[in-house]
């Protein structure tokens, strides 16, 4: 016999083998990414997008707020919230406008009213929104210049609709303000879409938050007393969400919001979130705890949506965070005796 099957022969005693079958010479290996590059490609979108995020919750929280105060007899504090809403929804378009690059992009998106895409609807309801808000703060900023707006004949009709524009604001105000979680959910990255299903809740939690501690800022405690409400409840609201979501979360996929500079924005977060919340509980009739819980809601909102948007940048970076999430998926399936279907199948 040909001395050239010797080697083969020991090598298949030296792996253990019987003689029968050649055992594996390579030890298995765990898959990552074609040499370590991203399995997704990160979202193309720079920090003004997350100032879009935090301004547009603002803005419907602000919305809404400045409805309810309108509906109470609350001049002051409606007032104010419609000021709020304005401002914040102008700021969330010109940060949108800025990323997009070409003012011109952004009107393209209203050519056409796309119900499965979060993009066209968003855009959508942001300019019905911005019309409504827009009407009811000129309205506010005519009287609180003396009617000195040059109206003219327009005045009268000016009076006439604010108050129906202001609650067509406040019908847009919670979509404003939650669209962009079910936005960054529809994308395939990692963390965003493993924290699609209670996304939202945190969003319109942190908008709460944020737009109650803005008007506790801005308004006498005297009519504040709707803004400690909203703020204390979205304070609870936002606790209880974010701790759902990252328990639903696959572990690896919420990794991105405990780490780097992601997990010290939203520990900041929490932290001024809880903070607020109970200076609005135990002082927010007091002028100046008003004030400075106030400024902490609106930190704990801002770095909630930069945390979420940074955590979800970074995992989109490590191919770890797509590949082990799926991995652990199709175990699962394939566990509960799921096999014959196209994820279990693949491959």
Request: proline share 6%; charged share 20%.
């Amino acid at each position: 016999m040909s001395t050239a099957h010797e080697p083969r022969r020991r090598r298949r005693r030296r792996g253990g083998g019987d003689g029968g079958r050649e055992m594996p010479m390579v030890p298995d290996v765990q898959f990552t990414s074609y040499y370590g590059r991203p399995v997704v490609k990160p979202a193309p979108w720079s920090h003004e997008i997350a100032a879009y995020l935090f301004l547009g919750g603002v803005a419907g929280g602000s919305g809404l707020l400045a409805a309810g105060a309108q509906l109470t007899g609350r001049p002051v504090l409606r007032r104010n919230a419609r000021l709020a809403a304005l401002g914040a929804v102008m700021l969330s378009a010109a940060a949108l406008i800025s990323d997009l690059g070409r003012p011109e992009r952004f009107f393209n998106m209203l050519r056409t009213i796309k119900l499965t895409s979060p993009m066209s609807l968003g855009s959508w309801i942001l300019s019905a929104f911005s019309t409504g808000a827009g009407v009811a703060a000129a309205a506010e900023v005519d009287r609180l210049t003396g009617e000195r707006l040059p109206l003219g004949p327009l005045r009268g009709v000016l009076r006439a609709v604010e108050g129906p524009a202001g609650l067509e604001a406040a019908v847009f105000a919670a979509p404003l303000a939650v669209y962009t979680a079910v936005l960054l959910g529809d994308t395939a990255t990692p963390t965003w879409h493993g924290a699609h299903r209670d996304l939202p809740f945190v969003f319109v939690s942190s908008a709460s938050l944020a737009s109650g501690g803005l008007a506790m800022l801005t308004t006498p405690v005297a009519q504040a007393g709707p803004a400690r409400r909203l703020a204390v409840l979205g304070v609870v609201g936002d606790l209880l969400a974010t701790r759902l979501m990252e328990q639903r979360m696959d572990p690896i996929a919420a990794e991105p919001l405990h780490d780097g500079r992601a997990g010290a924005m939203l520990r900041a977060s929490e932290r001024l979130a809880v903070a607020g919340g109970v200076g609005t509980l135990l002082g927010g009739r007091n002028r100046v705890v008003a004030a400075l819980s106030g400024t902490a809601l609106l930190a704990a909102s801002a770095l909630t949506r930069f945390g979420v948007f940074e955590a979800g940048i970074e995992s989109a970076k490590d191919p770890r965070y797509t590949i082990e999430p799926q991995k652990r998926r199709l175990a699962a399936r394939r566990a509960a005796g799921i096999t014959g279907d196209s994820i279990t199948t693949a491959g």
